[in-house]
Structure formats: structure tokens, C-alpha cells
């Protein structure tokens, strides 16, 4: 019966629905959702913080099993029903729990890629300041702060990024982001490869690659896992519709089990990347000094311009390091504001370009807002935070969660673990179709349970994440 709903709905979106040309396209293009700021600015500072080679322990743990297991389960929906996530949800039930957990699926990515293309905005203005031979502009203690509180300035930046993450959504799918993935995420690679080299041959980097690679348990701690799970979320654009709506484009071909490892291993390796270009140049630069390690989120902003100017070649290697985290944080930003795209259109029934110009206004308004958030609107906190701090906070901490135990239920209670590796293999055998239930039923709802309380706990200041 299942089956047969999937099927028929299949057969009547078909036609008129988007997809990828084959398999290296869709690999490539999920890659380039997953590998992002996340994995650049993100994962260098928490393994950082959180203990290193034990952190990365940890997160290549939980990324073979609860990673994998929701990522299978979103792209297989996505593929099952041929829609994104309200869709997907829609076909198995009308009722109010089937509505909140497409929505909630659907919602995320239009609040996240505001903010993210504020972010954007900073990266794009780096780069440029970078081809202008600033590097000891950027160097300066305060350049980010005095950036950042300049309204004019911030808000042109977004403007940039964002004109560009608009103008390959409305080129469409195959022409737009499968082609911008196919020569970003190479170039990405190279560039990446070439950056880490760099920086884990400078004088003292030593230190800061075994204190990255080698696991000791005693920096292992509580956070290191709470840390290393909320970090496997976002690292793998889980729970934000972004699988469902990829899912949704993927040929009946293309086999499921390979490309989610495929993605894993290349989101993982950039993220590897990332570790060995940012920690060794730190300890480099600091004899690794705590206070350095543990500049959290201004690591990328304000320390590594720093570690750059001081370096020598300062400006080529902060060009080719900001070049690539342009084209992480683009090809992320596309996967985001595709997926609110893939949701209006299947529910309004508008054209793509109107759709892609109705994403195109809430971005504008909604990452306006993040971007001026220290500058012309810093008088705004929700919470005590900034705007764009509450956004992510709101997306990542509160949301994500109930969207991932949202999936988990709708399998677990409604579409059942047969149909699922039903559609797997019909492309593939399921080789890890036993692993895949146990986590499904037992690991994933408590690790989602354990992210959300903790989030919480954090906000309320009963814990310090
Ligand atoms: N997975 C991507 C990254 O690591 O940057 C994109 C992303 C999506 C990041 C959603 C953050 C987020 F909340």
C-alpha cells in the first residue's frame, strides 16, 4: 500500500520535477551542500576547544552511524515521494503531526540562508580585500569589529553574495547548481589541499597536527560529544529539508548507500582539510596557546589574518584560503535557498523564477536584518543575542532537533523500515540495512533528545557549550 502512494505520486510529479543528470552530478552537488562554512570556520574551533584528536574521534563515531542513518532516511524520503519535505510528509498523512514535521523541515533552510549569506557577505569582502594586497589590513585587532559595525559596508557585501546565490537558483537545477557544484567543489579540493600544505609546514605547525590527529583521552569530556553531534548536524546539512529536497531530484538509479558514503568521506576530508590548515597555523603562530585555540567563532576572522600576515605570503595564501571558503559557503547557500525554492514550488504551484525571486525577498529582508544586527539594528536582542546569533541559535539548537525526531518518527511509526530499504534497493543492494534500523530506532531519537536538552541547558546558562 505504501508502496503503491509512493509510486503513483512518482508518476505524477515526474514530469514537471527538476533532477540531477546522473550520479556525479548529485554526489557533487550534496557534497557542496554539506561542505560549508560548517566545515571551515565551524569544525577547526570546536575540535579546537573540545580536545582535538579526541573531538575528531568522537565525530568520525557518530558520523558513521547517527549521520549516516538520517541521512539515508531524508534522501530516501525525498526520492521515495519525489517532493520536498511538506510533500514528503503530505503523502503519508493530512493530519496536524504530519504538516509540523514537513514544516519545520521546510522553514529551517529559509531562516538559515539569510544569516548564512551574511556570513557570505564577510567572506566575499575578505577575498576581495586579499586580492587588493590588504593582509596586514585584515591583520589589524580590530579590522573585524570595525567591519562589522559598519552598516553601508556589511549590507553591500550581502548584497553580493546573495545576487549570486539568486542568479544560480533561477538558472535551475541542472544549469545552475549542478554546474556551479561541478567546478566549484574540485577547485575547492585542490585549493584546500594546496592551503593545509602550506600551513602544516611552518615552523611549530608540528604540535598543532598531532594535538589535531592524535586522540587523548584526557581532553575527552562530556561537551566534546555534545559538541561533536551538533557539529555532525550541520557539517551534513541534516534536518533542513536540504536531503529531502536532493532526494527528491535524485535518478531512480543512483545508488543510495555509495553516494551517502561518498558525500560523508568528502564533507569529512574538507573538514580534516580545514582542521590541518587552521590548528597547526595556529599553534605556529601561538605555540598553541589556549587563549588562541579557544577564540571560537572570530578564529576565522580575526586570528587567521593574523597567522597569515605573520607567515609571510600573507596575501596569496589568505586569497587562495578565502577563494575557498567563498565556494564552500556558495554551493551551501544555493543547497539552502534551493530547498525553500523546491517547497514554494511544490506548494504555490508558481513558476521557478517566481519562486526563486519570493526566496530571493525573504533573504534580502531576513539577512538584511542579521547583517545590520551589529551595526544600524544592534539596539535588536532576542534573548540576549544578536539577531543573526538568534537565528542560528533558533535553526540549529531548537529546530533542527524536531525536525531529525520528526523524520525518525514518521519512519519508525508511518512509512516503516520495508519500504525504505525497499527504495534503497532498487538501485542497490542495502548493505547496512541491520545497522541502519538499530540506530534509526534506538541511537538517533536519544542523541537527538540529547542535543535538543542541551542546547536548552546551554541557553539557560545551566552549562557552557
Ligand atoms: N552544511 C553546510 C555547512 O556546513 O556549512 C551548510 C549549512 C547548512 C550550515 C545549515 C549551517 C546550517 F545551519
Redesign the pocket.
Known amino acids: 500500500m505504501r508502496g503503491e502512494v509512493s509510486s503513483e505520486h512518482s508518476n505524477q510529479t515526474a514530469i514537471s520535477r527538476s533532477s540531477f543528470s546522473g550520479k556525479v552530478g548529485y554526489v557533487l552537488a550534496v557534497a557542496g ?7 571551515i570556520w565551524r569544525f577547526p574551533y570546536l575540535a579546537a576547544k573540545y580536545g582535538g584528536g579526541m573531538f575528531l574521534l568522537t565525530y568520525l563515531i557518530l558520523m558513521l552511524t547517527f549521520g549516516y542513518t538520517l541521512i539515508i532516511s531524508e534522501t530516501v524520503l525525498g526520492r521515495m515521494t519525489r517532493k520536498s519535505p511538506v510533500g514528503a510528509f503530505g503523502t503519508f498523512g493530512k493530519s496536524l503531526p504530519y504538516k509540523f514535521g514537513g514544516w519545520i523541515n521546510a522553514v529551517i533552510p529559509m531562516l ?1 540562508v539569510p544569516y ?1 549569506c551574511a556570513i557570505g557577505g564577510w567572506v566575499t569582502r575578505y577575498l576581495f580585500e586579499y586580492l587588493k594586497g590588504n593582509a596586514s589590513l585584515l591583520a589589524e585587532d580590530t579590522n573585524f569589529t570595525d567591519f562589522i559595525s559598519d552598516g553601508v559596508s556589511v549590507e553591500i557585501w550581502f548584497l553580493v553574495f546573495t545576487f549570486m546565490v539568486v542568479l544560480v537558483i533561477i538558472a535551475g537545477v541542472t544549469a545552475g547548481v549542478e554546474r556551479v557544484s561541478k567546478i566549484m567543489m574540485p577547485l575547492l579540493v585542490i585549493l584546500a589541499i594546496f592551503v593545509a600544505g602550506f600551513s602544516v609546514t611552518r615552523p611549530g605547525a608540528f604540535e598543532g597536527v598531532k594535538y589535531f590527529l592524535i586522540p587523548n583521552l584526557e581532553n575527552f569530556s562530556w561537551m566534546t560529544v555534545v559538541a561533536a553531534m551538533g557539529q555532525m548536524f ?4 541534516i534536518a ?1 529539508g536540504i536531503l529531502y529536497t536532493y532526494g527528491s531530484y535524485m535518478k531512480k538509479d543512483v545508488d543510495v548507500e555509495k553516494s551517502t558514503t561518498q558525500v560523508e568521506i568528502f564533507d569529512t576530508a574538507i573538514a580534516m582539510l580545514a582542521g590541518l590548515m587552521i590548528i597547526p597555523a595556529v599553534f605556529a603562530f601561538s605555540g598553541g596557546a589556549p587563549e588562541t585555540l579557544q577564540a571560537g567563532p572570530s578564529l576565522m576572522f580575526i586570528t587567521i589574518p593574523k597567522v597569515f600576515a605573520s607567515m609571510g605570503f600573507g596575501n596569496i595564501a589568505g586569497t587562495l584560503f578565502f577563494l575557498m571558503v567563498l565556494f564552500a559557503a556558495l554551493t ?1 547557500a544555493i543547497s ?1 535557498a534551493e530547498t525553500g525554492v523546491s517547497t514554494f514550488e511544490d506548494q504555490l504551484g508558481w513558476s521557478r523564477r517566481s519562486c526563486s525571486l519570493l526566496m530571493g525577498v525573504i533573504m534580502l529582508a531576513l539577512g538584511s536584518a542579521s547583517a545590520l544586527g551589529f551595526s544600524v539594528l544592534s539596539f535588536v536582542t532576542i534573548l540576549g543575542m544578536s539577531i543573526l546569533d538568534f537565528f542560528d541559535f533558533l ?2 539548537s531548537i529546530m533542527m532537533p524536531l525536525a531529525a525526531l520528526s523524520t525518525c518518527i514518521l519512519i519508525i511509526r508511518v512509512v516503516g523500515f520495508r519500504a525504505i530499504a525497499e527504495e534503497v534497493e532498487r538501485s542497490s543492494a542495502f548493505r547496512r540495512k541491520k545497522m541502519y534500523n538499530f540506530f534509526l530506532k534506538y541511537l538517533a531519537p536519544i542523541c537527538i533528545v540529547v542535543i535538543l536538552l542541551s542546547s536548552v541547558a546551554n541557553v539557560m546558562g545551566w552549562i557552557t557549550l
Open positions: 551542500s554539506a561542505v560549508g562554512l560548517g566545515n538559515i548564512y550541520y557539517s551534513l546539512s533542513m551551501s539552502l535553526s540549529n
